[in-house]
C-alpha cells in the first residue's frame, strides 16, 4: 500500500528545489548605457506614430493657411472689381444725367410744345373715348397700344422722321413711355407712362 502511494507522488514529476526562482523574479544586471539604450527605444518607439500624426496635422494647417491666403487675394479682387463697377456705373448715370438735362436745355420752345401737343392728343383721345362711353376695351387698348409714328404724324401734320425725332427726346420726359407695339412688328409706339396723371 505504501509502495501504491510512494509511485502516485512521483508520477507529478521531480519536486521544486529549494532555491528556484521563477524567470520573472530573477534578478538582471544592466549598465546604465543599457538601460538607457532601452528606455529610448521603447519611447521612440511610443511616440513615432504620434510624430507622423504631428507630421500629417501640420501639413493640413499648412494647405489650409495656403488656401485661406488664396480666398482673401480672390475676395481682395472680387471687392476691387465691385468697386470699379460701382464708380463706372456712377459715372455713367452721372452722364446720361448731364447729357439729358444739356439735351433738355438744347430743345426749342417749338419742340417743346409739339411734346407737350403729343400728350394733349394721348390725354383728349382717352377722354373722348371715355366721354363716349366707349366699351373698356376700347379705353384698355389705347392704354396698352397708344399711337405708333405714323398715326402721330398724321395728327400733328408732320412727318414720320420728325416724330422719330421727338420720340427721342420724349423718351427723357416722365410722362412718356416709348417701346414697340404689342401686335405689330418693327412697330414703335408712344403712350402716356400714367393716364390717371394727365391734365389737360
Known amino acids: 500500500m505504501l509502495n501504491v502511494a510512494n509511485a502516485r507522488i512521483n508520477t507529478f514529476g521531480p519536486s521544486p528545489k529549494a532555491d ?4 520573472s523574479d530573477q534578478l538582471i544586471t544592466l549598465t546604465y548605457g543599457q538601460l538607457q539604450e532601452l528606455i529610448i527605444n521603447a519611447v521612440t518607439k511610443a511616440i513615432e506614430p504620434l510624430q507622423d500624426e504631428v507630421r500629417e496635422l501640420k501639413a493640413i494647417v499648412a494647405n489650409q493657411d495656403e488656401k485661406i491666403v488664396a480666398l482673401e487675394s480672390t475676395q481682395s479682387t472680387h471687392a476691387d472689381n465691385q468697386l470699379i463697377q460701382l464708380r463706372l456705373i456712377n459715372s455713367i448715370r452721372e452722364e446720361s444725367h448731364k447729357e439729358k438735362i ?41 392704354r396698352k397700344e397708344g399711337l405708333t409714328f405714323s398715326e402721330l404724324a398724321n395728327v400733328m401734320g408732320l412727318t414720320v422722321d420728325r416724330i422719330r425725332q421727338l420720340a427721342k427726346i420724349a423718351a427723357g420726359d416722365q410722362r412718356f413711355n416709348i417701346t414697340w407695339h404689342p401686335r405689330k412688328k418693327n412697330t414703335k409706339i408712344i403712350k402716356l407712362r400714367r393716364w390717371d396723371a394727365f391734365v389737360l
Open 102 to 142: 444739356a439735351h433738355a436745355a438744347n430743345t426749342t420752345q417749338k419742340t417743346q410744345d409739339h411734346i407737350t401737343s403729343i400728350a394733349v392728343i394721348l390725354g383728349a383721345k382717352e377722354k373722348r373715348l371715355i366721354e363716349g362711353q366707349a366699351p373698356r376695351a376700347y379705353v384698355d387698348r389705347l
Open 20 to 23: 528556484f526562482v521563477p524567470p
